[in-house]
């Protein structure tokens, strides 16, 4: 079960995996590295700064290496404001359907939003020259993972169109300061738009292939696979690799379980469109789904991060659900229920957030 540090739910005895719930403010979009969330599946390594090398190989013209002073000299310097979702975001909604043995359970808190700034991974792949055969860009980190009795580094593969978008950063800082040890110093990459698990932290090597990563993360989790495999139950290697995060609409005030005054009720939270598309609505109900009011968008920073919004609600005495639900511009939609939505690992859920509270 999650613990609580102050204002963090921590999922884990080391402290590697845990999370805050974000204050809906309109001037604090961009999450502080104190309640930034936190997802590592190993310990983090050990990284000799000077010794550490950035290596690019496979299907490129050049091979190159770059020690961290050459990679930021040699490429102008770029910024971006961009939102990390987990894959695990919200997994807990899905524990009432049953027990998702091995994963951890989080919450809406598996999301933050930071301030990145690096070289464009594309500047990168165009200095080595990108080959025609190349199709995915394989990103793999220093952090030893062991599964099935191997030790491998953490890894996974974006395919090479959204590689060479400029907004794909390596960044080596967070909010104007040097990545933290826990967010993949000295090098990280962020894939805007897609899962957290492809922004590959403690980066060390850029490969280039024909063929998606044949890394565990990619070939073995994050997989959507609605079929439970009887031979290995938790076997997704059949299922379909993630790429970009899903729409996703969350309520952070009030929080589960609140007891607030009845009357006028203020909603608030955050939304986020297919691979970060642009929003078309973003709409809360005071009735678990019978009636909507639209709500307002209150702040975001640029295409890549999350919209807050807030609505207002009356609400009289007794037991209430708010949901929230959003659309994006590609006209996607959210499913009403987990149970639409539920997956062998648990991922990627995103129902409409229903928060039930009492109205005195
Ligand atoms: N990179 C490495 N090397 N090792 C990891 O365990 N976790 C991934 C990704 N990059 C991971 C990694 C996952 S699943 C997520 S959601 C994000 O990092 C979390 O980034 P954060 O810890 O900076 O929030």
Not at 69 to 94: H, I, K
Not at 194 to 209: C, D, F
Not at 277 to 299: H, K, Q, Y
Request: glycine letters at 10%.
């Amino acid at each position: 079960m999650p613990t609580t540090s102050p204002g963090r739910l921590v999922h884990d005895a080391e402290g590697r995996n845990s999370g805050t719930r974000p204050s809906i403010d309109p001037h604090h979009v961009i999450t502080p590295v104190s309640q930034f969330f936190k997802r590592s599946h190993a310990e983090y390594p050990v990284v000799d700064v000077k010794a550490w090398r950035l290596q690019v190989r496979g299907l490129v013209e050049r091979p190159l290496t770059f020690s961290l002073e050459e990679l930021t000299r040699a490429f102008p310097v770029r910024d971006v404001a961009a939102t990390l979702v987990c894959a695990g975001l919200r997994r807990d909604e899905f524990l009432a359907l049953g027990p998702l043995p091995g994963e951890l359970p989080w919450g809406p808190e598996a999301a933050s939003t930071g301030r990145w700034r690096g070289v464009s991974l594309a500047d990168v792949l165009r200095a080595a020259g990108v080959t025609d055969g190349a199709r995915y860009v394989e990103l793999i980190g220093l952090d030893q993972v062991e599964r099935h009795g191997e030790r491998f580094g953490f890894g996974g593969s974006i395919d090479v169109d959204k590689a060479l978008g400029a907004d794909v950063l390596l960044a080596t800082e967070l909010n104007g300061a040097p990545l933290p040890m826990a967010h993949g110093f000295p090098l990280r990459a962020v894939v805007p738009g897609w899962i957290g698990a492809r922004s590959v932290k403690w980066l060390a090597q850029i490969n280039l292939s024909s063929e998606p990563s044949a890394n565990y993360f990619q070939s073995k989790a994050y997989r959507v696979q609605r079929e439970i495999n009887p031979d290995d139950p938790r076997d997704v290697s059949a299922g379909v690799a993630m790429r970009g995060v899903p729409l996703n609409a969350v309520i952070v005030d009030p929080a589960p379980d609140a007891v607030v005054s009845a009357g006028t009720v203020r909603v608030r939270g955050w939304a986020l469109g297919s691979e970060a598309r642009a929003l078309a609505r973003i709409e809360v109900s005071p009735n678990d789904g019978e009636t909507w009011t639209p709500a307002i968008r209150v702040a975001a920073d640029g295409p890549w991060t999350w919209t807050f919004w807030e609505a207002a609600v009356e609400l009289a005495a007794g037991r209430h659900t708010l949901v929230v639900r959003a659309a994006d511009a590609a006209g996607t939609t959210q499913p009403a229920s987990v149970a639409e939505t539920w997956n062998v690992k648990g991922y990627g859920n995103n129902a409409w957030h229903r928060v039930p509270i009492t109205v005195e």
